[in-house]
């Protein structure tokens, strides 16, 4: 099936008690037993519930893959990853990841001895030099949070195929729709899904996708175990969010291009990343790894102060000033203080995120409207004399 077909049907059967054309929310803790030892395939709603079940079938085929895995959130997907790790393994990483990676990598996981190297990893000299005898994963995101910087995946998860490491995407910004890092040889795609697969801001929720039988056993071992489920209703409005997935998206992108053009022009923008820009350092290899280029961009301005990029936020009207992305609604946050705020200030000026970083989520409005309303926020700035 072509992706948009599979947005829409994939793990959904009609109910073959009702013949309801949507999985109904099994809201059930447990499942009635006709005898000790039988069951129709579902015991208790920690280990499989039916509404999960037909999600985690989804989840699966948008990323090509044979299984696939839902959670209560992003954050305990990626728990799920790291307690494949025992103490002194190491992990090699971006050094431009979501906050919320770093903080569980740095104050939950080095304290019971795993240690992590955050690296450019938009440099495979580095990324190598990086390796040793107890390197165990290679942790890839991209395009990246909030810089959007761009990873070579093929690359990158050659260099971790050789050197016998698991190799893990955080495919969230991309969404399976524009990039399919188990495709391209990735042993585990991870989705913070409450971003652009569940699309309405409604949902908190965490997607594993892999094709090894042995990994996915683990995985389904420490989701039982550890408990970190998604509710049946949480399930079903995922369901229903990915089935527009490729509409939002291309929408999104479509906007996204015509903002980082609009803000490429502005007198008062120094930065804009993008990776659709020519521009943009990891353009080339965003061509060839990604279908377009998302809707995620950020910028800077010419006076880098804080005073000013807070100003710009308290003025806008249509975007709203909110954490988290990959919604039908256009957010801005700002990263130093917002998703960013764990990352300490110098190693954050020392990877560009700068005082007056601004990242933008763009949503599916009408893009006039979007221009419109960055226009009049970015004209409210007086940039102070020095
Ligand atoms: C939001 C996000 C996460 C964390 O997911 P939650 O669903 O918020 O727990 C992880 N990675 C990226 C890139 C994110 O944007």
């Known amino acids: 099936m072509k992706f948009a077909t599979k947005a829409i049907h994939a793990g ?14 099994f809201q059930t803790s447990t499942f009635a037993q006709p005898a000790v030892g039988q069951n129709k395939g579902f015991e208790y709603a920690r280990s499989s519930n039916p509404t999960r079940q037909a999600l985690e079938k989804s989840f699966a085929a948008l990323e090509n893959a044979k299984h696939g895995f839902a959670f209560s959130s992003g954050m305990a997907a990626t728990d799920t990853i790291m307690k494949l790790l025992k103490p002194n393994d190491e992990v090699i990483c971006g050094q431009d990841i979501y906050g919320g990676s770093y903080r569980l990598f740095v104050k939950v996981y080095e304290e019971i001895g795993i240690k992590f190297h955050f690296i450019d990893m938009q440099n495979e000299e580095i990324v190598k030099n990086t390796i040793n005898s107890n390197s165990k994963m290679i942790w890839i995101e991209t395009p ?3 810089l959007l910087q761009i990873v070579d995946i093929e ?3 050659k260099i971790a195929k050789e050197n016998n490491l698991i190799s893990v995407v955080d495919n969230t910004f991309a969404t399976p729709y524009l990039q399919n890092p188990i495709t391209m040889g990735a042993d585990i795609a991870m989705h913070s899904a409450t971003k652009y697969l569940g699309g309405h801001s409604d949902v908190v929720m965490g997607a594993l996708m892999l094709n090894n039988d042995e990994l996915a056993e683990k995985i389904y071992f420490i989701q039982k175990s550890c408990g970190a489920v998604p509710s049946p209703f949480d399930c079903f409005l995922m369901l229903r969010g990915i089935k527009t997935l490729p509409l939002r998206v291309d929408a ?3 906007n996204a291009i015509k903002i980082a053009d609009f803000l490429v022009s502005h007198e008062k923008v120094e930065n804009v990343y993008y990776a659709g820009l020519t521009t943009h350092k990891g353009h080339n290899i965003a061509q060839k790894q990604m279908r377009q280029f998302g809707g995620m961009i950020s910028f800077d301005l010419k006076q880098d102060t804080q005073a000013n990029a807070y100003k710009f936020l308290e003025n806008i009207n249509v975007f709203a000033l909110a954490e988290s992305l990959g919604g039908v ?3 801005a946050c700002y990263p130093a203080m917002m998703t960013h705020a764990s990352i300490p200030i110098e190693k954050r000026h020392e990877i560009g995120i700068t005082d007056s970083l601004v990242r933008l989520s763009i949503g599916c409005e009408d ?3 979007l221009i419109e309303d960055l226009e009049q926020a970015l004209m409210k700035i007086t940039f102070q004399k020095i």
């Open 12 to 25: 959904v059967e009609p109910d073959p008690s009702t013949g309801a054309i949507m999985t109904p929310i």
């Open 144 to 146: 990246s949070n909030p």
């Open 155 to 157: 690359k990158i998860i």
């Open 252 to 254: 999104s992108c479509k």
């Open 329 to 331: 609604e256009s957010l």
């Open 367 to 369: 893009v006039d409207d």
